[in-house]
């Protein structure tokens, strides 16, 4: 029987490897995977569409949904997670010492719609008393000067904007141009003398927060071309299967005191600790355990003004097999 071939991007980590190494088999399917970097794999498939399926900023998924054509389906794996409270950076002479005191500042960021900057404002609203539309956002390269947008961005009317392209974000904020960051990734002027963190210890209000909601948010989402979906049924719920096999995998190593396949000299202690205080399921994939989850990113996108649709989690997704996952 001919297998499906599917050309698949994903960012390289432990829970893709063992797809692109072969630890673990996708059903029915003879897969060409291309591990490469989170910015540079969204940047290519949102210009280009090169991959049949791709690791896909969630945020931006959703967003797609409201397009006509609605190029994309969704598959609950969610590749990549973070808290991001430890991703919030301030100039040290701003006088920030907590979200709320964010209202009136400038923040810069990257890209408006990535799933980080979408879950700060809902967190530091609802949460902190930070109101959305307060600050000033400044968008920008972070490490460099950028001329537009990556990837195509909408801007609500809403929202107090700038985009600057004289500058880089990271020494804006060293400088004071800019009183905070929202970000993906750290900028390079931290830590310095001018630069810190909102959360210096972030660890102890990420576990507040996740005790608080259980959630432990979902920055990218796994999609597939929609065409392909619909032309091949079964291959969304093999897809889930391997990549929940490859999340296994990728556990498992965290076990192997042969060779640490990290570079934590206490990496299963790590892996113990963080499952002690979250619970074992604290990644999970599937529709059932992210229901509740994806309510509140949707609701959030709502309050951005980036969507309009009133989705339900079950709209982001298609076929009994998935959403009995």
């Known amino acids: 029987m001919t297998s499906l071939k599917l050309k698949i991007g994903v960012s390289d ?9 072969g630890e673990a088999k996708i059903a029915g399917v003879d897969a060409d995977i291309e591990l490469m970097g989170v910015q540079a794999l969204f940047n290519k498939q949102l210009a280009e569409h090169t991959y049949d399926v791709c690791e896909f900023p969630l945020a931006t998924y959703l967003r797609t949904l409201e397009r006509p054509d609605r190029p994309y389906l969704g598959i609950p794996i969610f590749p990549s997670r973070h808290f991001r409270f430890s991703s919030v ?16 500042k400038r923040i810069g960021l990257m890209v408006f ?12 609203e609802e949460h902190y008393g930070l109101p959305r539309t307060a600050p000033i956002y400044v968008t920008g390269g972070l490490e460099a000067p950028r001329s537009g947008d990556e990837h ?45 963190r909102l959360f210096e210890n972030p660890m102890p209000v990420e576990l507040d927060y996740y005790q608080r909601t259980g959630i432990y948010p979902p920055m990218h989402i796994l999609a597939i071309k929609r065409p392909i979906a619909e032309a091949n049924p079964g291959v969304t719920k093999a897809l889930y299967d391997a990549f929940v096999a490859a999340h296994a995998v990728a556990r498992a190593k965290m076990y192997e005191a042969a060779a640490l396949s990290t570079i934590l000299p206490w990496q299963l202690e790590a892996l113990l600790d963080a499952e002690a205080k979250l619970g074992k399921d604290y990644w999970p994939a599937g529709f059932a355990r992210n229901r509740a989850m994806l309510e509140v990113i949707i609701r959030y996108l709502r309050e951005d003004a980036l969507i309009t649709t009133d989705f339900r989690p079950e709209d982001l997704f298609d076929g009994a097999d998935i959403l009995a996952t």
């Open 13 to 21: 980590s432990d829970r893709t490897r063992p797809l692109a190494f």
């Open 113 to 124: 719609d990535m799933a980080a900057a979408v879950w700060q404002r809902g967190i530091f």
């Open 89 to 104: 950076f301030v100039n040290k002479a701003a006088g920030i010492t907590k979200p709320a005191d964010l209202a009136g």
């Open 152 to 196: 195509p961005q909408y801007y609500p009317d809403q929202f107090t904007i700038e985009h600057r392209t004289d500058k880089s974000l990271a020494a804006m904020l060293s400088t004071g141009d800019i009183d905070a960051l929202y970000t993906a990734r750290a900028p390079s002027t931290w830590p310095s003398e001018t630069v810190g």
